[in-house]
């Protein structure tokens, strides 16, 4: 089962979980980005990078996020790959220091 991102990365997108994707799955929004369920290899890699606790194994998904699986799949059909690390949004009061 692939990772997603949730709704935890919107405005925050710190984007160090794309320093460590061995397969460039990462795919950019204007506020967050989205795994490819097509690319991910289930390393899971990315997930203890986040400092905002956004990437989540399929299975293991909290209900609440459950929109995360369709979601991540349908915008990472139009949204371009990112590559490499940009400075944090940091736009969410709540955003964690990276
Ligand atoms: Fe978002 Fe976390 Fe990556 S905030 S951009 S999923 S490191």
Known sequence: MPHVVTNR?????HTVCVAVCPVDCFHEGPNTL???PEECIDCAACVPECPEEAIFEVEDLPAEYNSAIEENAEK??????????SDPLMARPDCKKS
Do not use: E, R
């Not at 990472?76 to 690390?85: A, E, F, Q, S």
């Open 34 to 36: 989205w795994i490819d």
């Open 9 to 13: 990365c919107v405005d925050c997108k």
């Open 76 to 85: 990472c059909k139009t949204l371009p790959v990112i590559v490499d690390t």
